[in-house]
């Protein structure tokens, strides 16, 4: 799977350590916020680079790392077709994965240690969209963003 990294200074160090844990496991992974330590980035850039490019089909899912996670997934939602989820513990990775068909994962670098982190991202990208009775729940979701696409211009 290819994969789209992207954090705020809070979550540089945990990026690092996934994007390393996850290309061990063979995925390519593609930075979208190269930052030093010490340099500042505003969340919502790398939100929306990263959701950019999932929508975009550059990459097939994102992960977005902040102090909370809570800003850079309210950033990257506001991109359509952009379904972002902020998890803390696996069993919500899991299941924004199979309700939810969601295609990026959000995640507080200030909540999560790097063990749990990596559990988290282990049963999302193991994770498959089920469908069914969650399709027409994802579609209102779409119809939600169709609706508000019409007024802005
Ligand atoms: C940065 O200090 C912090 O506000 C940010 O990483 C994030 O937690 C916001 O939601």
Redesign the pocket.
């Known amino acids: 799977m290819i994969i789209g990294f992207g954090c ?4 540089i160090e945990l990026k690092k350590t996934l994007m390393d844990y996850l290309s061990e496991k063979g995925h390519e992974c593609i930075d979208y916020s190269p930052l030093s330590p010490g340099e500042k980035a505003d ?1 919502p850039v790398p939100g929306r680079a990263v959701a950019e490019a999932v929508v975009a089909g550059e990459v097939d899912k994102g992960v977005l790392i ?9 950033a990257a939602n506001k991109v359509p077709g952009v379904r972002a989820a902020v998890c803390s513990e696996p069993y919500s990775a899991r299941m924004t994965v199979r309700h939810n068909d969601a295609n990026i994962i959000a995640m ?3 909540v999560v240690g790097e063990d749990l982190a990596k559990m988290i991202v282990d049963e999302f990208f193991a994770a498959k969209f089920e469908g069914g009775r969650h399709q027409k729940r994802v579609d209102l979701i779409k119809e939600i963003e169709d609706n508000y696409s019409k007024y802005s211009c």
């Open positions: 705020d200074h809070a979550g969340y902040c102090g909370t996670g809570i800003g850079i997934s309210l507080g670098a200030r």
